[in-house]
């Protein structure tokens, strides 16, 4: 068993957990909750001022403006659960953007110096980034995010938060590639609002140019992402098959009977990244037990998920207890809702907050079965 940080205790004992603060669902049961979910939600989470920029650049050649690099102390990404090591010869440099962890509704935009937001940013880190440490070094910016309620409002001022936080993604892009060797192999990584904000990275600054040919993968877990309207302009296809390098992943997990309404109800009212409509298209559905988009597996493919114990007290990683399959629109269907996960669980049995830990040690193989491919064909 090998701990890297002083943190691993702690991010064993509650990186399941700390999200379910974003819905607050314990909160907001019953019929109140059920009648009045969107209002509750937006009250609790969405600013009423408007949009202001803050003010600044974050300097990312300091080591503090990083959650994650190679050579930190304490560093996160490092972390491993029992029965898993992470490497000492790296052979890519994995550029991982983590999701919204700012909950507060005092501004659009969260500071990279908020104490609750930082001690999740590191869970997450940990759960999700960790999952990279047997083929690469992980870099994870602190970046100010788009607070959590810019997720829950059409207005303006949301999609300016957003903005905001791209860009100090993209600055954060920059100074990895400075640091890295330039033939360095590149896994791109994220979930959530990462996954949005590596979404606009590819379009911008990726797709036709010579960093294209140095992805190994592009894992936009938990964002949907539309084969017609979105996967163009990325400049990398979505995978095909297992061990293919060059590709991107994505997926959305639900257990069933699935309702997707709230996320369908978003994206059906946006335009992808091509400028046409998302309504009706199919979303990119890369089943992790598979390597391979709109398939499906038994339970018995699923290498490890990490499952809490009782009374938080830690995780394990249990093989073989999850299916999972893509249906036609390109939701990824996980069966019946798994044991162990309690009742954080976003409305429609949404499993958002647990589309790294459900398939944990498969996003693991299956990022060392991508790289090593690469590597061959590069030879």
Known sequence: ?????KDAPLLARKFLYVIAALIMLTLAGGIGWNLFQDQIM??????????????????????ESWAARPHMPNDP????????????????????????TYLKKDQWNGPIDDREANGRLTLFIGS???????????????????????????EKAAGQALDFAYGDVEQAFDAFLAAIPPDRPIILAGHSQGSLHLMTLLARRVAGTPIAQRIVAAYLIGWPVSVTADLPKLGLPGCSRAAEPGCILAWQSFAEPA????????????????????????????NPLTGAP?????????????????????????????????????????????????????????????????????????AEARTIAFLVARK
């Open 1 to 5: 068993m090998l701990h890297c940080t």
């Open 42 to 63: 937006r009250w609790t989470f969405v600013p009423s001022g408007a949009f202001k920029a803050p003010a600044g650049r974050i300097d990312y050649a300091k080591a």
């Open 77 to 100: 990404s490092r972390w491993v659960p029992e029965g898993f090591t992470a490497t000492r010869d790296p052979q890519v440099s994995v550029f991982f953007v983590a999701p919204t």
């Open 128 to 154: 999700q980034a960790g999952a990279f440490n047997a083929v690469g070094e992980v870099w994870a910016p602190r970046y100010r995010q788009a607070t959590a309620g810019a997720f829950l409002t059409d």
């Open 259 to 286: 309702d997707p309404g709230l996320m369908l109800k978003v994206y059906d009212a946006t335009n992808g990244l091509t400028g046409s409509p998302r309504k009706g298209t199919p979303m990119l559905c890369v």
């Open 294 to 366: 709109n398939s499906a597996a038994p339970a018995a493919a699923n290498l490890g998920a990490l499952v809490p114990r009782a009374g938080m007290s830690g995780a394990d990683v249990a093989k073989g207890i999850i299916p999972a399959r893509c249906d036609p629109q390109g939701i990824l269907l996980i069966g019946d809702p798994p044991t162990g996960y309690g009742t954080y669980v976003l409305p429609g049995q949404n499993y958002h907050i647990f589309d790294y830990a459900l398939f944990w040690a498969n996003i693991r193989a299956d």
